[in-house]
Structures are given as structure tokens and as C-alpha cells.
């Protein structure tokens, strides 16, 4: 069984940094793309930046410039940096990962249990 655990959510000023973190875990053959999406109250799932395992970025144009996405493929480890946060970055932020599992040896696509991100005064 495969699991993805974030980690690093909570409140912050606007203006403000934060660091999220997720960790895959499990019978993992490989990794392939990594990303993280955010859904905000009434509002649909959406991209914020995804990284391929070669590196490759790509980052939705409301976070350009604001938000960097790393991984490290020793750790099966995917981060987000935030900074220059906004009140509508507030968001539930959901890790996602398309990997090959050792039972299996096919790809499938998994999501971690999400965390929350807070941008008040």
C-alpha cells in the first residue's frame, strides 16, 4: 500500500511563507510527476505546480513567481514553497503522485489527505 503525507499547513499573515512537505511511502517501484492542488470553499480542485522526475516545472499563473515546487527522489519527497501569500491562497492543499507499485508493477495516481493553508490577519 502506498500513502502520501503532507505536512507543513496552518495560519499565516498575508505576506507571509509557508513550507508544505509530502512524503510517499510504501511498496513504490518509481515516481513519475508529482504535483500539489488546492481546493478553496465552493470552489474546484486545481493545479498549483507540478515536477516531473527529471525536474521539469510547471506552476498555475496565480502563484508564478510567489511558489516554488522541489522534490527529492531519494526521499520520494515533494515540497512547496509559498511565499508572498494572499488571503485567496487559503485552500485545503492536496499532494498527488503518479507511481508504479511493486504489486503491481503499473502506474496509478495517489493523493495524500490534504492540509489545510490559513492566510488571515
Known amino acids: 500500500q502506498v500513502q502520501l503525507v503532507e505536512s507543513g499547513g496552518g495560519l499565516v499573515q498575508p505576506g507571509g511563507s509557508l513550507r508544505l512537505s509530502c512524503a510517499a511511502s510504501?511498496?513504490?517501484?518509481?515516481?513519475?510527476?508529482m504535483g500539489w492542488y488546492r481546493q478553496a470553499p465552493g470552489k474546484e480542485r486545481e493545479l498549483v505546480a507540478a515536477?516531473?522526475?527529471?525536474?521539469?516545472?510547471n506552476y498555475a499563473d496565480s502563484v508564478k513567481g510567489r511558489f516554488t515546487i522541489s522534490r527529492d527522489n531519494a526521499k520520494n519527497t515533494v515540497y512547496l514553497q509559498m511565499n508572498s501569500l494572499k488571503p485567496e491562497d487559503t485552500a485545503v492543499y492536496y499532494c498527488?503522485?503518479?507511481?508504479?507499485?511493486?504489486?503491481?508493477?503499473?502506474?496509478?495516481?495517489?493523493w495524500g489527505q490534504g492540509t489545510l493553508v490559513t492566510v488571515s490577519s
Open positions: 510504501g511498496s513504490i517501484f518509481r515516481i513519475n510527476a
Open positions: 515536477i516531473t522526475s527529471g525536474g521539469s516545472t
Open positions: 498527488n503522485a503518479e507511481f508504479m507499485a511493486i504489486a503491481t508493477m503499473r502506474w496509478h495516481e495517489g
